[in-house]
């Protein structure tokens, strides 16, 4: 018998919160069922297998922070936008680091064009309008924000700027300001 209330939505929520508690890797149905004080089995109904909701974590993060991401960038252009849209994933980041870690889970081809990557991609474009870059050099300059931010949030995240000063937001600052000044002198393909 279905237990009343579980859902598979309900499911990734709540391994998304054990995530942020305990760490993505540490997510499994066995875990979650103790959560719910549920048998195993009974979770099987609503998930296909540990990968499952793990895949289910991660869309529900991307779409998170696509959303936060969105609402960071409204009204904004140019190194404002940049700016903000930073900040958004960091702050995401600081915040829900089992999800960040899930947003990170390489999905299947099909799954992943599904998903909301694409809109996290538009986002990035977006910004980049502000500084007139065409192709290849967009693509180009996707790859590079992305890096940076990912790269720069999973060292801080590991603790790789807390034990030396200056203070790693004076340090973030710099970043997004080296990023801007190199978008806007960006050498034509």
Do not use: C, N
Request: charged residues 25%; without cysteine; aromatic residues 6%.
């Amino acid at each position: 018998m279905v237990r009343a209330g579980l859902t598979a939505e309900r499911l990734a929520r709540a391994g998304a919160e054990l995530a942020d508690e305990v760490g993505f890797e540490q997510v499994t149905v066995t875990a979650l069922a103790r959560r719910f004080d549920v048998k195993v089995a009974s979770l099987y109904s609503h998930l296909k297998s540990s990968q499952d909701l793990k895949t289910r974590i991660a869309l529900l993060a991307l779409e998170e922070l696509a959303d936060r991401a969105a609402v960071a960038l409204a009204g904004r252009a140019g190194k404002d936008a940049l700016v903000a849209f930073a900040g958004a994933y960091r702050d995401y980041a600081r915040e829900h680091p089992g999800r960040w870690a899930a947003a990170q889970l390489r999905l299947d081809p099909e799954t992943a064009a599904a998903s909301v990557g694409g809109r996290h991609a538009q986002m990035t474009r977006a910004i980049l309008r502000g500084y007139d870059l065409t192709e290849p050099d967009q693509t180009h300059a996707v790859r590079l924000l992305g890096s940076v931010f990912h790269g720069y949030v999973s060292l801080e995240m590991a603790g790789g700027f807390s034990h030396s000063a200056p203070d790693s937001q004076e340090s973030w600052s710099r970043a997004l300001d080296a990023l801007d000044a190199l978008l806007r002198s960006w050498p034509a393909s």
